[in-house]
């Protein structure tokens, strides 16, 4: 089995080049570990120039060279030279879409088509092209991938067989370490009751992170939070919060291990109900006790005592019982990269060509 996998280059401003746990290298690395030859083209948007990585971990051609015949031929080139058993289309049919374009060839192979997002709340029903790609890649998936539940239950289009496929964690980097060593490493105090957050700061959870900073006014606790969102000016008025700014994701490690409660304070709407948060099972292989809302099923994977409400003054005092009453989440291996890979591969066997 070869598999060859298209994903985007760029991903929240950041060149993923330069972040080996980006998403799509989480993915190649456990297929290889599972005696899977894989290949990356991760789609360049920002510039006209094709790049090859020096240290061989993918090649990311520009839907943006003016010469779309001669881009076409090195496409097609590496495609035949490669000769995937399958293409896995990640990050959707924008994705899919330009490369698509770059090399039609793509859609000739067997299709994994991995959906991260409900992608009706991403763009309007009138934008032909991604809808037309989002329909293309889903009906010709021999394997349609979905992070939740509740997105593969929501999807009536697929084509092939279906299976949930949420963010894993790399356990060699999401693991407990000594929480003083942690402080100490973030500037922190060591003597300090410490409630986290580690994520982008947006529509999402601002009005519940205001709400809970709000609320806990007389609680004696400090709020750590990590995001690479610029800071937001109403954090200022909180004195009780310690801005650590942006951090690679092996650092994020430190962060969660540092805290003695995480939280993820989503508010539902058309995106979360269908989302899985990427630090949900980092914070589970870190040991850290969390908050979640309940946004969906979590595919049944989160133990009900780390499950609060949307009512946020309920939320707060789900902080005050569980820093009264910390418990350790399990860690469960069979949730990493390798563990989740596992079950595809075991799925993509069984399948047809």
Not at 42 to 48: E, S
Not at 64 to 81: A, F, G, H, M, V
Not at 233 to 246: K, S
Request: glycine letters at 6%.
């Amino acid at each position: 089995m070869r598999v060859l996998i298209v994903g985007n280059r760029y991903s929240s401003n950041m060149d993923v080049g330069k972040s080996p746990e980006y998403r799509t290298f989480k993915i190649a690395g456990a297929l290889g570990e599972h005696g899977i030859d894989c290949q990356i083209w991760l789609v360049n948007y920002k510039n006209g120039e094709h790049y090859t990585d020096p240290n061989g971990r993918f090649f990311s051609p520009s839907a943006r060279n003016p010469n779309w015949l001669k881009t076409r031929r090195i496409l097609r080139r590496q495609l035949s030279d490669f000769n995937p058993t399958h293409v896995w289309f990640t990050n959707g049919p924008i994705v899919g879409l330009v490369a698509y374009l770059i090399c039609p060839a793509l859609l000739s192979k067997p299709i994994i088509y991995e959906q991260l997002d409900n992608y009706d709340t991403y763009f309007p029903k009138w934008l032909l092209p991604f809808s037309w790609m989002h329909r293309a890649l889903n009906r010709r998936s021999i394997l349609s991938l979905y992070v939740t539940k509740e997105l593969m239950s929501h999807d009536l289009l697929s084509g092939g067989e279906q299976m949930v496929f949420p963010n894993g964690f790399d356990p060699a980097v999401f693991k407990p370490m000594e929480q003083n060593t942690c402080r100490q490493l973030l500037g922190l105090e060591e003597h300090q009751t410490y409630v986290g957050y580690a994520g982008s700061l947006d529509v999402r959870v601002n009005d519940n992170l205001q709400q809970i900073l709000q609320l806990s006014k007389t609680l004696e606790v400090r709020f750590a939070i990590a995001s690479n969102s610029t800071q937001p000016e109403w954090l200022a008025q909180y004195p009780n919060v310690d801005w650590l700014g942006g951090k690679s994701i092996s650092e994020v490690a430190t962060v969660i291990n540092a805290c003695d409660l995480m939280l993820i304070p989503n508010r539902q709407d058309d995106f979360t109900q269908y989302c899985f948060p990427s630090k949900l099972l980092e914070y589970m292989g870190c040991g850290t006790p969390f908050l979640i809302t309940p946004i969906n099923s979590l595919n049944g994977m989160v133990p009900e005592q780390y499950i609060s409400s949307f009512d946020m003054q309920h939320f707060v005092a789900d902080i005050e019982r569980a820093l009264a009453n910390p418990q350790s989440p399990a860690r469960n291996e069979d949730f990493s990269w390798q563990g989740l890979l596992a079950g595809v591969v075991q799925r993509l066997q069984g399948i047809e060509p």
